[in-house]
């Protein structure tokens, strides 16, 4: 079912303000449950969300979206069994985050304009970031934490993070430097792919996000940036090699299995010792992916919520690996929905025939979720990070539902010129026809003769 017309800038509209909401850090309390700014917005827009994706208002709903909504049940399920019914509002509230963040993507984010326009919001966004950022790097004082505060409860700023390069690592709104570092790598290979053709524009916003990632001060975005730049270097090297993405999987699982039988190499081990900024913090991650691998086999099922995670005396009880902390927490179920959801969306979008233009986003779509998927084997995400990233899941969509409208893709550009050539015309019903020509006489004569362009000509040009 398609969009009318008059819900476009509505939708856009709401994604921009959802998008600033989850840049409002801090919490206030409501009967005693803590809320956000973004938390608020987004549970009064999900009973809309969901009614709209349910009467397939963006399409039939679809395998991905089920296997994410699935994920989102057995969150509650698996915090229902270990702390019981009391738990519920939390739970509800993870997985309105979850799924609810998922239909931001999915819902308001329909075709390439409204992709392009995602990352507008997202560019104009982190140039608000950046400049507190740099402040925050040179004096350590967080100005928009302390503007907040005024307002809401704040967490306490994280004070054990040491100087890196000789700078303060900058959290600004989010939780943690390699939350705000993550976020900005995501932005990098999208704009890139967007502006490929104009060149100057596309390398000044590709090295604004460089840049906004490398101010985090974290190794994990710019692990993230790291794999981007590998494969945009592949896809432009091999652009002529149609099967260059198959030929890349084929050589990624050649050479890691024989690394494996030539000596007793470990790809975790490999990434934490050599690819953070600190390598002395490699053991600890170490010790955490063993200790939460064996909290996956004692608690297989539903995880153990949020009970505490067994681990050595020493060790604080952050988790920096995402998905092994995801089904420690959640339950391998949850865990195997969520990946099966990137696989099927990831297979869906690959095998879809796309113009040219919609074709540069998804590449650069799909790297990013590469780097993401990749870099959150050494993070953790949480709260308006996370949400960020099931947006990201959710607005792949697009690319194989074509806003559920069932047509062909039509480029960009060409829907740029048919709109320029309806405006210069006017409305269809107010030009009159071209007569018909005499015999003998050109089509075109005769439509020039009458002032107006012959109705084939009409048709070739729009």
């Known amino acids: 079912m398609a969009e009318a017309p008059e819900a476009v800038p509505r939708s856009r509209l709401i994604l921009f303000v959802f998008m600033s909401a989850l840049l409002v850090p801090g919490y206030f309390y409501v009967a005693g449950s803590s809320l956000t700014v973004y938390r608020l917005v987004l549970l009064a827009l999900f009973p809309l969300l ?4 349910i009467t397939g208002a963006a399409g039939k709903p679809n395998t991905v979206d089920i296997l994410i909504l699935c994920g989102g049940i057995w969150i509650i399920l698996g915090l229902i069994a270990n702390h019981g019914f009391g738990v519920l509002p939390f739970a509800g509230i993870l997985f309105v ?7 931001i993507g999915r819902m308001l984010v329909r075709n390439a304009s409204d992709f392009k326009r995602y990352f507008t919001f997202y560019t104009i966004l982190f140039a608000i970031l950046l400049p507190f950022a740099l402040v925050e790097m040179v004096t350590g004082k967080n100005l928009l934490r302390m503007f907040f505060d005024v307002f809401l409860s704040l967490p306490p700023r994280q004070v054990n993070l040491g100087l890196r390069l000789g700078f303060v690592r900058p959290q600004t709104v989010f939780h943690h430097p390699i939350l705000y570092g993550l976020m900005g790598s995501m932005g990098f290979a999208n704009v890139l792919y967007i502006y490929r053709k104009q060149f100057m524009k596309s390398l000044r916003l590709g090295v604004f996000f460089l840049f906004v990632t490398f101010t985090a001060l974290s190794s994990g975005p710019m ?15 091999l652009r002529f090699l149609r099967g260059r993405w198959a030929l890349l999987a084929i050589c990624a699982f050649m050479g890691l299995g024989l690394l494996r039988l030539a000596e007793e190499f470990n790809i975790v081990d490999f990434v934490i010792n050599n690819l953070t900024y600190d390598p002395t913090t490699a053991p600890g991650r170490l010790i955490n992916f063993e200790y939460g691998m064996a909290e996956i086999q004692r608690h297989p099922f539903f995880g153990i919520g949020q009970n505490d995670w067994v681990r050595p005396w020493w060790r604080k009880p952050s988790f920096d690996n995402f998905w092994v902390g ?17 696989l099927v969306s990831f297979a869906k979008i690959s095998s879809k025939d796309l113009s040219e233009t919609e074709s540069d986003y998804r590449t650069g779509y799909l790297i990013t979720l590469i780097g993401v998927v990749i870099t959150l084997g050494t ?11 099931s947006i990201y899941i959710g607005m792949g969509a697009w690319f194989y539902t074509r806003g559920g409208s069932g047509r062909p893709a039509v480029d960009p550009a060409v829907r740029e010129r048919r709109m320029a050539q309806a405006r210069a015309f006017g409305p269809e019903g107010n030009r009159p026809l071209a007569p018909r020509p005499e015999k003998g006489q050109a089509a075109g004569t005769a439509g020039a003769a009458a002032g107006t362009p012959s109705l084939r000509t009409r048709r070739n040009g729009l």
Do not use: H, K
């Open 223 to 237: 692990l993230s940036i790291l794999c981007q730049c590998g494969l945009i270097f592949w896809d432009r090297t």
């Open 97 to 103: 985050e979850g799924f609810g963040g998922y239909l």
């Open 379 to 389: 993070v953790n995400i949480w709260e308006a990070a996370n949400v960020f990233v």
């Open 50 to 53: 969901a009614w709209r994706w």
């Open 326 to 342: 995801y089904a420690m927490r959640y339950g391998i179920p949850t865990f195997l929905f969520l990946v099966l959801a990137i």
